[in-house]
T-cell receptor, first 113, second 114 residues
Framework: GAGVSQSPSNKVTEKGKDVELRCDPI?????LYWYRQSLGQGLEFLIY????????KSGLPSDRFSAERTGGSVSTLTIQRTQQEDSAVYLC???????????FGPGTRLTVL | AQTVTQSQPEMSVQEAETVTLSCTYD???????LFWYKQPPSRQMILVIR??????QNATENRFSVNFQKAAKSFSLKISDSQLGDAAMYFC???????????FGTGTRLQVFP
């Protein structure tokens, strides 16, 4: 079946603009995660959704970052007033339920000029 | 706080040879899981192998095996009979038992030469 998909694949924006990154998890997966991978770094956890529970936002680096998950499926990560340090690859993952294997999407490479 | 350290930014291996990638971690927890992920140029992270901390036996998946030294907090990945398709970034990751967040190391870039 289809894996996790993310769009766009690449996004170039100007400093100060808002961006939205989309994640389509594997159908039926109840848990969805967002990670950030900065150049030369490992993945950094941002936020996690599990079913109808309140999301775990403990990894969001600032209040410019927010995410929502509509209908328990598609998720959108929004970065407001982008800064150059926001440039990174943003990876989304989903799992059937919590504590199961996380399947990753191909990521969105965000470049802030 | 838990941390994961990969001290080898780059490694190289000849095709058909064996290579070992190092990973150490720091935790005070007793219930946790360890993972190795592969990230090819396509950027998609692929789970290679996982180890439950309560299991003494080292995990094995075909040509991939781990050397899990719990007391030393070490979790190395051995790739046997290396293939050109093994070339990628490899990330070691940790998850505490009652959470769902993965904590990653900074990765090791593996090159495989013919």
């Amino acid at each position: 079946g289809a894996g996790v998909s993310q769009s766009p694949s690449n996004k170039v924006t100007e400093k100060g603009k808002d961006v939205e990154l989309r994640c389509d998890p594997i159908s039926g997966h109840t848990a969805l995660y967002w990670y950030r991978q900065s150049l030369g770094q490992g993945l950094e956890f941002l936020i996690y959704f599990q079913g109808n529970s309140a999301p775990d936002k403990s990894g969001l680096p600032s209040d410019r970052f927010s995410a929502e998950r509509t209908g328990g499926s598609v998720s959108t990560l929004t970065i407001q007033r982008t800064q150059q340090e926001d440039s990174a690859v943003y990876l989304c993952a989903s799992s059937l339920m919590i504590y199961n294997e996380q399947f990753f999407g191909p990521g969105t490479r965000l470049t802030v000029l | 706080a838990q941390t994961v350290t990969q001290s080898q930014p780059e490694m190289s291996v000849q095709e058909a040879e064996t290579v070992t990638l190092s990973c150490t971690y720091d935790t005070s927890e007793s219930d946790y899981y360890l993972f190795w992920y592969k990230q090819p140029p396509s950027r998609q992270m692929i789970l290679v192998i996982r180890q439950e901390a309560y299991k003494q036996q080292n995990a094995t998946e075909n040509r991939f095996s781990v050397n899990f030294q719990k007391a030393a907090k070490s979790f190395s990945l051995k790739i046997s009979d290396s293939q050109l398709g093994d070339a990628a970034m490899y990330f070691c990751a940790y998850r505490r038992g009652n959470t769902d967040k993965l904590i990653f190391g900074t990765g090791t870039r593996l090159q495989v030469f013919p």
